[in-house]
T-cell receptor
Framework: GAGVSQSPRYKVAKRGQDVALRCDPI?????LFWYQQALGQGPEFLTY????????KSGLPSDRFFAERPEGSVSTLKIQRTQQEDSAVYLC????????????FGQGTRLTVV | QKEVEQNSGPLSVPEGAIASLNCTYS??????FFWYRQYSGKSPELIMS????GDKEDGRFTAQLNKASQYVSLLIRDSQPSDSATYLC?????????FGAGTILRVKS
């Protein structure tokens, strides 16, 4: 597709359940970013990939969060043993360069933990 | 702690007026600054980027940067009801963007 695609758009998980969120970046984009956006707040950085290498994971809130991009294209953000505070919109963005310049965001996955 | 501060608003302006949105940031070493527009329930959309002191104009939008004062602003001329959205200021720190909480803009017809 022409833009960044994320799936699912909505996910309801029971507390303690594991979830996996998928991001298809724009074809050929080198950089991929995951952000978490709570209601009424700006997005907060989670992690950054340059091709298949995860260069920065300093924003991941706990070891329950794990991200991968094994072939340098599609990325998956996994959250284990979900908790209510994980409820947020998870945004993926990609950029053609190794910087944030011209980063394009996907529509996001809204995760609700009940 | 890298911080980006914005007034949450809402900022209400009449149709046709100039809307002025402001942002301050904490790290003097920052070099890249962005304004994103986010409609309710949608993802952020990049509308302006600015890298050097002064003004940058693109259509009805003008971004202003003052690195000495650590201040970025966005002016929207001839505001339209379709400009009603949340405007996010973002500052690049290394590999990441740090966002402000956003300013809600309401343009009333």
């Amino acid at each position: 597709g022409a833009g960044v695609s994320q799936s699912p758009r909505y996910k309801v998980a029971k507390r303690g359940q594991d979830v996996a969120l998928r991001c298809d970046p724009i074809s050929g984009h080198v950089s991929l970013f995951w952000y978490q956006q709570a209601l009424g707040q700006g997005p907060e950085f989670l992690t950054y990939f340059q091709n298949e290498a995860q260069l920065d994971k300093s924003g991941l809130p706990s070891d329950r969060f794990f991200a991968e991009r094994p072939e340098g294209s599609v990325s998956t953000l996994k959250i284990q043993r979900t908790q209510q505070e994980d409820s947020a919109v998870y945004l993926c963005a990609s950029s053609p360069q190794d910087t944030n310049t011209e980063a394009f965001f996907g529509q996001g996955t809204r995760l609700t933990v009940v | 702690q890298k911080e980006v501060e914005q007034n949450s608003g809402p900022l209400s302006v009449p149709e046709g007026a100039i809307a002025s949105l402001n942002c301050t940031y904490s790290d003097r070493g920052s070099q890249s600054f962005f304004w994103y527009r986010q409609y309710s329930g949608k993802s952020p959309e990049l509308i302006m980027s600015i890298y050097s002191n002064g003004d940058k104009e693109d259509g009805r939008f003008t971004a202003q940067l003052n690195k000495a004062s650590q201040y970025v602003s966005l002016l929207i001329r001839d505001s339209q009801p379709s400009d009603s959205a949340t405007y996010l200021c973002a500052v690049e720190y290394g590999n990441k963007l740090v966002f402000g909480a956003g300013t809600i803009l309401r343009v009333k017809s």
